[in-house]
C-alpha cells in the first residue's frame, strides 16, 4: 500500500493534530531544557553546598527514580490515558524544582533531583507515546523534526541560561526557571489535548505489577549505590560491595520470578523476546551511558582543565544536544528509504567518530575540539535513538505502544544512571589514586584540584565513553531492516 508523502503542512501544528503536537513540544521542553542546564552549573553547585565526589548524584538519583517510574508510567499511560500522565509528571516537576531552588545542602537538593525524576518519568514515554499514536510511520518522519526542534532549541538555551545563572545570578535560578515553562505548559495541555479524538482504540483497564516494580527500584538502586561508591567510600572487593551489587543481582532474579507469575508484569515477558524491541533496548541503553557521560564531564573538563567559562562550557555540551535533534531531523528520510538498520549503522558510525574525538581531548586543546566532539556524538545519538523508537511503535499494537516505549525509556534511563556512576566512580577512583587515598580526595574541593590530577581523571572518563559508544553496532546489529506496523492510524508503512 502507498500513500501520499507526509508534508509539514499535513502533520505540523497548523494541522488538525497540530494542538496535540504542541502541547507535546512544550511538555517534552521542561525536561529537555533541564537536561542542558544544569550541567554548566555543576562546579558553582559544588562550590556552595558540597564536594566534588557527591557531585554525580545530582545526575543518577534524578535518572534512578526516572528509569524506576518510567515503566509503571508506560502502564498507566495504557491504563488511564497519556494525557492525565503528562499533567501528573509536569506538577510533579515543577514541584521539585521549587524544592531544588530553596535546598539548603547538597543531601536535599539530591532529594529534590530524585523528585524532579518522578515527573520527567511520567512526561517523556506519556508524550513520545501521543506520537506513536496519532502519526503513522511516515508521518513521524516529519513529526520528529518538531520534537527534534525543541531539544535544539533547548540546546541553546538550557547552557546558555545555565552559564549565565552561575557566572551572573544564583545557580539557583536553573531550578526556578522551570515554574513558568511548567505551568504554562500544564494550562495549554488542559484545554488543547482532546485525548479522545487522537485514540485508535478505548483504554483498557489492567492492574499494575506494584511487586515488580518495587522490585525493579530496589535492584536499581542498590546497582547504583555499588557502581557509585566502589572503590571511592570501599573497596571494590568489599562486604559493602557484595552486599549492594549481589542484593542487586538476587531481586533482580526474584524479579523475574515475580514477573512470571503475575496476569500482567509491569515489564511483560514479550518484550524481552521481540527483536525491534530488543535492538531499541540495546540502543536505549548504550545511548542514555554515553550521553550522561558527557553531559556530566564535559562542562567539568572545559572549565577546570581548558580554563573556560560556564558559559562557554555551556555551549560545547550544546554542541551534542544540537547534533542529536539535527540527526533525528533528518534520520526518516533515511530509514524510510534504506531501511532502520541502516540508519541505525550510520548513527554508530557517528558515535564512534565523536568518541574518538573526545578522547583526543587534552589540556592544549581548543574548546572547538571539544564541541566538535559531542557534536558528531550528538548525530550518532540522533540516528539510533529517535528511529529505533519510530520502529518499537511501529512493531507493536496499540494497547501495547505505552508499555512498550516505558520499557525503551527505562532502558535509557538506566543507561544514564549506569553511566553517571560508572564514570563517576572511574574519576574519582584516579583523583583517589593521586591524591593517595579516598579519604584525601574526599576532603579536596573541586576548584583545588589540580590540573595534573583531574585531566587524567576526565581523560580516563572519555576513554570509557569511547569504548561504550562501540556498543551500537549490537544495536544496529539486531534491528531488522523493515519493520512493518502492527497497527498504525492511517496503515502507512516503511517499505
Known amino acids: 500500500m502507498t500513500t501520499a508523502a507526509p508534508t509539514r503542512a499535513s502533520v505540523g501544528l497548523r494541522s488538525d493534530r497540530g494542538p496535540i503536537l504542541g502541547s507535546v513540544m512544550l511538555s517534552i521542553a521542561l ?37 524506576i517510574s518510567t515503566p509503571i508510567y508506560g502502564k498507566l499511560a495504557d491504563t488511564f490515558g497519556r494525557k492525565p500522565l503528562m499533567l501528573f509528571g509536569i506538577g510533579t516537576f515543577v514541584v521539585g524544582s521549587v524544592l531544588c531552588a530553596v535546598s539548603w545542602s547538597m543531601g536535599a537538593l539530591i532529594a529534590f533531583r530524585a ?11 506519556a508524550g513520545m507515546t501521543i506520537m506513536g499514536d496519532i502519526y503513522s510511520v511516515a508521518e513521524r518522519a516529519v513529526a520528529q523534526g518538531y520534537i527534534a526542534s525543541v531539544w535544539a532549541m533547548s540546546a ?27 505551568l504554562f505548559a500544564a494550562v495549554v495541555l488542559w484545554i488543547r489535548f482532546d485525548e479522545k479524538a487522537g485514540m485508535s482504540e478505548p483504554h483498557e483497564r489492567r492492574p499494575i505489577d506494584w511487586a515488580g516494580a518495587l522490585l525493579v527500584a530496589a535492584a536499581s538502586a542498590l546497582l ?22 549481589g542484593g542487586a543481582a538476587v531481586l533482580t532474579l526474584l524479579f523475574v520470578r515475580v514477573e512470571g507469575r503475575v496476569a500482567d508484569p509491569v515489564l511483560p515477558g ?26 556530566s564531564y564535559v562542562p567539568v573538563y572545559a572549565q577546570q582543565v581548558l580554563g573556560a567559562g560556564a558559559t562557554v562550557a555551556g555551549f560545547a555540551v550544546a554542541a551534542l544536544a544540537i547534533g542529536w535533534p539535527f540527526a533525528a531531523s533528518t534520520s526518516g528520510r533515511i530509514y524510510l528509504r534504506f531501511g532502520f538498520r541502516a540508519c541505525l549503522f550510520l548513527g ?51 494497547r501495547q505502544r505505552g508499555v512498550a516505549t516505558g520499557a525503551n525509556m527505562f532502558a535509557r534511563s538506566v543507561g544514564s544512571a549506569v553511566g553517571v556512576a560508572m564514570f563517576g566512580a572511574i574519576a574519582n577512583g584516579v583523583v583517589a589514586d593521586r591524591l593517595g587515598g579516598a579519604d584525601a580526595a574526599g576532603a579536596v574541593k573541586l576548584e583545588e584540584l589540580p ?20 556498543l ?15 497497527h498504525d492510524s492511517e496503515r502507512a508503512t516503511a517499505e
Do not use: K
Not at 514479550?270 to 558527557?294: C, D, E, K, S
Not at 581548543?366 to 512493531?395: D, E, T, W
Open 156 to 182: 541553546v538555551v538550557g547552557p546558555t541560561l545555565g552559564g549565565l545563572f552561575s557566572d551572573h545570578l544564583s545557580w539557583r535560578w536553573i531550578f526556578w526557571i522551570n515554574l513558568p515553562l511548567g
Open 31 to 67: 525536561i529537555a531544557i533541564d537536561a542542558t542546564i544544569l550541567a554548566t552549573a555543576v562546579p558553582a553547585i559544588v562550590r556552595d553546598l558540597g564536594g566534588f565526589t557527591q557531585f554525580p548524584w545530582l545526575f543518577s538519583a534524578y535518572l534512578l527514580t526516572q528509569a
Open 115 to 125: 523528585l524532579q525524576g518522578l515527573g520527567a518519568g511520567a512526561i517523556q514515554p
Open 348 to 398: 554508530a558510525f557517528f558515535g564512534a567518530a565523536g568518541a574518538t574525538i573526545l578522547s583526543l581531548v587534552g589540556p592544549g586543546s581548543s574548546i572547538f575540539l571539544l564541541a566538535a566532539a559531542c557534536l558528531v556524538l550528538g548525530l550518532g545519538l540522533g540516528y539510533v535513538v529517535s528511529p529505533s523508537i519510530v520502529a518499537l511503535q511501529s512493531a507493536v499494537e496499540f
Open 270 to 295: 514479550w518484550l524481552f523476546r521481540h527483536r525491534v524491541l530488543n535492538a531499541a533496548t540495546v540502543a536505549g541503553f548504550v545511548a542514555g551511558v554515553v550521553m550522561l557521560g558527557v553531559t
Open 451 to 470: 590540573v595534573a590530577v583531574l585531566d587524567p581523571a576526565l581523560q580516563a572518563v572519555f576513554l570509557a565513553v569511547a569504548g561504550c559508544a562501540l
Open 224 to 245: 547504583l549505590l555499588g557502581l557509585l561508591e566502589g572503590g571511592i567510600r570501599w573497596p571494590w572487593w568489599s562486604w559493602q560491595s557484595a552486599v549492594a551489587l
Open 472 to 486: 551500537l553496532v549490537l544495536g544496529a546489529l539486531l534491528m531488522p531492516s523493515r519493520v512493518g506496523p502492527a
